[in-house]
C-alpha cells in the first residue's frame, strides 16, 4: 500500500514549546487516522504540518496532495453555495451533484455562503474538500456543529474516499464513525 502522509523524526516547535518530539507517522491509502488528546496538545499543528503550512522543527514530512479543513472556511461568503464550491472542482473531483446530494445541502445551492448555518457551513467545508481530488483528507474536528444525519454522511462520505484509495487524518477530541486508528498526543 502507499503511504499517503509520512512523518520521519517529527519535532514540531510552537511559540517556543515543543509539543511533540521525533513522531514517525505512516498513512497508508484506505486509511483513517483520529488524533486525539487534551487542548494545545498539537493535533491541528500536525495537520499543518501535513498540509504542508507549518515547518517541523526538525525530521522530515512527504505528504500527497491534501486538502484541510479547519476553521477557515475557505468559500467565498458573497457567492451562493454551488458557485463557491465549483472553485475547488477538481478535473478529477467527485461530481458536484453527487456531493451536494450525500450531504444534503442540494437545496442551498442559490443561497450565499453567509448565510448559511453552523452545520451547513460544516457541510459546505467537507464538500469542499471532497470536491477537490486529493488524496489525503485533513479534518480538524469535523462533527464540530454535525447533526446525527450530518454524522452518517460524513461516514459515507470518508467510505467512498477511502474506498477509492484516499486517506484521512482528522482531529477530533469525539469518536468518529466507522473504524479509525488513533494517535494520542501529548501523554
Ligand atoms: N501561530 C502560533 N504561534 C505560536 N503558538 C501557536 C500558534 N498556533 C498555535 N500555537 C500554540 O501551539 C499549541 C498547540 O496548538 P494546536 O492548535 O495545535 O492544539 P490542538 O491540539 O489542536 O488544540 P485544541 O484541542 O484546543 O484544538 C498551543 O499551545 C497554541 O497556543
Given at each position: 500500500m502507499t503511504a499517503l502522509l509520512r512523518f520521519d523524526g517529527v519535532?514540531?516547535?510552537?511559540?517556543?514549546?515543543t509539543l511533540f518530539e521525533q513522531l514517525d507517522l505512516d498513512v497508508r491509502a484506505g486509511e483513517t487516522l483520529r488524533l486525539s488528546g487534551?487542548?494545545?496538545?498539537?493535533?491541528?499543528?500536525?495537520?499543518?504540518?501535513?498540509?504542508?503550512?507549518l515547518r517541523p522543527a526538525a525530521g522530515t514530512v512527504e505528504a500527497a496532495p491534501a486538502a484541510l479543513a479547519d476553521d477557515a472556511l475557505a468559500l467565498d461568503r458573497e457567492l451562493p453555495l454551488v458557485a463557491a464550491l465549483m472553485f475547488w472542482n477538481g478535473p478529477d473531483g467527485r461530481s458536484m451533484e453527487m456531493l451536494l446530494d450525500t450531504l444534503n445541502l442540494g437545496g442551498l445551492i442559490g443561497v450565499p455562503v453567509r448565510l448559511l448555518s453552523t452545520g451547513q457551513k460544516k457541510r459546505a467545508a467537507l464538500a469542499r474538500i471532497a470536491a477537490t481530488n486529493a488524496p489525503l483528507w485533513l479534518l480538524d474536528e469535523p462533527v464540530n456543529g454535525l447533526d446525527g444525519e450530518g454524522f452518517r454522511d460524513l461516514a459515507e462520505l470518508i467510505d467512498a474516499h477511502t474506498a477509492t484509495g484516499g486517506a484521512v487524518v482528522?482531529?477530533?477530541?469525539?469518536?468518529?464513525?466507522g473504524d479509525w486508528r488513533e494517535l494520542e498526543l501529548g501523554r
Open positions: 519535532t514540531c516547535v510552537r511559540g517556543g514549546r487534551p487542548n494545545g496538545c498539537g493535533k491541528s499543528s500536525l495537520l499543518r504540518l501535513a498540509a504542508g503550512l482528522a482531529a477530533s477530541h469525539v469518536e468518529l464513525p
